[in-house]
């Protein structure tokens, strides 16, 4: 049967699949928009000896570049793309049931299977959209910092400089657009696990606190908050789990040890069981 530790396992490797064919897509259409970008800025802005001339149209060409990005990553299919991977985030459930099945078998009593009510699916439906505009705000804004500098740099700024600029811009987008669907897909799991081991709080006799468990790697990627957790091994109230700052995102419950964090919260089956029996 398998462990908490091998569907962990199973659904970080779900997540990697999905995140790395995310960003390969991803980076195809910034390619594509770049080059096209380019090829329209070379033929609209008026250049000498490779400098980029001090003109008002060279001026107005450069306040559209952001615009002009955003609808090439539109013709390249940026919209389908986004909503197919934030789509995906569902994939992450059965695994969520399989967590719950492992710790109901555990009790003396099995649990009740977990349904998603009409509310938990409006908030992870909420959560996925919520992704999506940041997501594509992180992709849209790729082209700010190379307009900034090209507006106030006119008439001593190479053209191939601006294009390097570009080209910067946009991997740096890349990188921010995988973290961001990273840290969004492990909220959205962590989010489903909240709704679900509340569901099992509100069913438990009189003012009982369940407790929970910190679990995952333990490797070099691992930040000091949670090598810290993993190392004391204690499990802790969700009031205790609240009073925890992991020094980038709010509501540790959730976000565990912020952006990127690979670990999770985890019911504690001892503390539970006690619960149940009182």
């Known amino acids: 049967m398998a462990d908490l530790n091998s569907i962990a396992a199973k659904r970080s490797a779900y997540q990697d699949s999905l ?21 329209k800025l070379q033929k609209g802005l008026s250049v000498t000896d490779g400098m980029i001339d001090q003109t008002p149209g060279n001026f107005r060409a450069l306040r559209n570049l952001n615009s002009l990005f955003v609808k090439e990553m539109d013709r390249a299919g940026l919209p389908r793309l986004l909503e197919a991977f934030v789509e995906q985030f569902h994939g992450q459930l059965p695994y969520l049931q399989d967590t719950l099945k492992y710790l109901s078998d555990q009790m003396k009593t099995p649990l009740p299977k977990w349904k998603p009510s009409a509310n938990d699916l409006d908030i992870m439906s909420s959560f996925q959209m919520n992704a999506l505009a940041g997501l594509r705000a992180t992709v849209e804004s790729a082209a700010g910092a190379a307009m900034t500098r090209g507006m106030f740099s006119m008439g001593g ?27 969004s897909m492990s909220l959205f799991y962590a989010t489903a696990t909240d709704r679900a081991y509340q569901t099992i709080e509100k069913d438990l006799p009189g003012e009982q606190e369940l407790t929970y468990e910190y679990s995952g790697p333990d490797d070099k990627l691992t930040r000091e908050f949670c090598e810290h957790l993993l190392a004391v091994g204690k499990s802790y109230t969700r009031s205790q789990i609240g009073r925890m700052s992991n020094g980038q995102l709010p509501n540790v419950f959730i976000t565990r040890g912020g952006w990127n964090c690979r670990h999770q919260w985890d019911l504690s089956v001892e503390d539970l069981q006690a619960a149940l029996a009182a």
Do not use: P
Not at 19 to 39: G, P, S, T
Not at 167 to 180: E, N, V
């Open 19 to 39: 995140l790395a064919e995310f960003e390969k897509q991803l980076r195809e259409m910034v390619d594509r928009a770049k080059d096209r970008v380019v090829a």
């Open 157 to 183: 700024l190479k053209f191939s400089e601006l294009v390097a600029e570009l080209s910067k811009r946009f991997d740096l987008s890349i990188g921010q657009a995988r973290t961001l669907g990273d840290t």
